[in-house]
């Protein structure tokens, strides 16, 4: 390693350099490319690093707001001049400031919501100072001096005895035999756990992102010695009957006429592979539709992220997809599926070349920002697809001819491996799908709300780390499946669980529609 980099940063004598002109200009041309070339790659590697350092330490959010970039650039010019000025001793001096009243305005709603149970305690006068001193009788109670406080009792852990009543024949009647009540209903028959406790564990999991162990060390705090294997098996068992559900979910979403899709990589146990357990990279595909066509969200896993896995899903919808330019995109059928592309990753590619090209990220930044500006002065409910059309066609498609001739100008000076070169490549290069939704009013800007549905999953994995298995991957996009929908919904999901496991086991195939998280209704006590 020394040899080379010794080899690396030796320079000619100057005396040995050629005397003949031809051969030094053609040494120079030499040298200048190949600073050019090292230039880019650190450029590039630069970049990588800027990258890397904010998805460590900074913030997630992409919002950017151009006055702060022109307030950055003037503070940082002041701070300049001010370093180059001789500094004043700073002198202490009384300021009076003058009294004001400070206006308190409530935030939020109450902590105390009227669903919770109330417990009144009463906290009576002492003995002492419950008589008159003067006259000896007892004081009249002319009222309370009421407060609240927020209380919290663990959660309580039952053992339920289910004892079915045994009826034997009467007297002479012997041919009629014994009957027994029947077995409650419950999605893991022989186990150990109820359907409220298995909800409980669900949630826990992918809602509250806890994985097995933990609520291991949980019950165990709770003199209950319920290991992760039982949870494990518990949960890929009752994922079998649940799946129905997520099946359902799975065809509302390619009944739609437009969905959104997008993927996230997980980690996955392999068994057997050199000598040992490995981690091989797989996949969860969400699919969802837009607010205003409903709650449905569908999550599907997969080992790779090969496309036959998108074709295989998109194999008979006919329909409209939102989605990112991943190749696997190309293996759906385009006579039957139309693509759009979303202006949201279009747009990360410009944020992500502001440090190598501060001024065009910028101008990109601000003219895609009015962009949105257009879109969001239209209420996004259907009754204003009219009133969006008209807008777009005016308004925004102007606004799109002029990024568009913005970006060809830019590509021409621009470096086409640096980021900004990058990005004006990625936009250019998919400019037909990202313009598609000018012309019908049903089609989003970008692809958020599947970005929003796996953002859970980033959260998730960072916790239970990895799948255990292909089946327990399958049984994981199941539950986010009924999760993500309840969350949609806005369906309690444990509430939701627990009742529907109770009642799928003998509910008929042909209804499981009422049993899915935009219909459902509990059964009343």
């Known amino acids: 390693m020394s040899a080379t980099l010794t080899t690396a940063i030796s320079l000619p004598r100057i005396e040995d350099l050629p005397n003949d002109s031809v051969v030094l200009r053609g040494m120079i041309v030499q040298l200048m490319q190949a600073n050019q070339l090292l230039t880019d790659k650190v450029s590039g590697l630069l970049q990588q690093v800027e990258q890397l350092t904010r998805r460590m330490y900074g913030r997630s959010s992409e919002k950017w707001d151009p006055n702060q970039a022109v307030m950055d650039e003037m503070l940082a010019h002041v701070l300049e001049q001010r370093a180059t000025l001789p500094q004043a001793p ?24 009227e669903t919770l149970k109330h417990e009144e305690i009463v906290i009576p006068v002492t003995e002492a100072e419950r008589v008159c001193p003067i006259t000896g009788q007892e004081r009249p109670v ?10 919290y009792r663990q959660a309580e852990l039952t053992v339920k005895v289910y004892k079915r009543e045994k009826r034997g024949s009467v007297a002479n009647a012997e041919e009629t035999g014994v009957v027994t009540a029947p077995v409650p209903e419950c999605v893991v028959p022989r186990g150990v756990m109820d359907n409220g406790l298995i909800a409980h564990v669900v949630v826990s999991k992918f809602e509250d992102h806890l994985p097995l162990f933990r609520q ?9 010695a319920l290991s992760r294997r ?8 009752a994922s079998e009957p649940l799946g129905r559900l997520a099946d359902c979910i799975k065809a509302k979403v390619l009944a739609n006429s437009l969905v959104h899709h997008d993927d996230t990589p997980v980690d996955m146990l392999t068994e057997g592979e050199n000598h040992g357990n ?31 896995h998108i074709e295989d899903f998109f194999k008979e919808y006919h329909g409209t997809l939102m989605s990112d330019d991943f190749a696997g995109y190309g293996r759906v059928d385009g006579t039957s599926v139309r693509r759009i592309l979303c202006w949201a990753h279009a747009r990360r590619k410009f944020f992500e070349s502001q440090s190598t090209s501060p001024l065009e990220a910028a101008e990109m930044l601000e003219r895609i920002r009015l962009l949105y500006k257009l879109e969001h002065s239209v209420e996004p409910a259907a009754e204003h697809d009219e009133a969006r059309r ?42 037909p799908y990202l313009i598609r939704y000018v012309d019908d009013p049903g089609l989003p800007l970008d692809n958020n709300p599947a970005e929003q549905a796996i953002r ?13 298995s292909e089946r327990g991957g399958r049984a994981a996009a199941v539950y986010m ?32 529609d009422e049993l899915l998280p935009g219909n459902w209704k509990p059964i009343q006590a």
């Open 216 to 224: 291991e060390k949980m019950f165990k705090r709770q003199g209950v």
């Open 456 to 468: 859970p999953v980033a959260v998730g994995r960072n916790n239970w780390l990895f799948m255990g």
């Open 390 to 431: 008209q807008m777009r066609q005016e308004l925004a498609a102007a606004q799109l001819k002029e990024i568009r001739d913005r970006l060809e100008v830019l590509a021409l000076k621009t470096l086409p491996k640096s980021p900004m070169g990058k990005a004006i490549s990625y936009a250019l290069s998919n400019w």
């Open 142 to 151: 002319i009222g309370y001096e009421i407060s609240k406080k927020l209380d």
């Open 481 to 512: 499946t009924l999760l993500a929908t309840c969350k949609r919904a806005q369906v309690n999901p444990f509430d939701y669980l627990q009742d529907v496991m109770g009642r799928i086991m003998s509910h008929s195939a042909h209804k499981l």
């Open 278 to 308: 490995g981690i091989k990279e797989a996949r969860l595909w969400v699919a969802t539709v837009p607010g205003r066509d409903g709650p449905w969200t569908h999550f599907k896993f997969s080992i790779s992220r090969e496309g036959r």
């Open 230 to 237: 039982t949870m494990c098996d518990t949960l890929l068992a």
């Open 90 to 113: 700073v002198v202490a001096a009384p300021v009076k400031i003058e009294a004001h009243t400070r206006k308190v305005t409530p935030h939020g709603r109450s902590i105390f919501p």
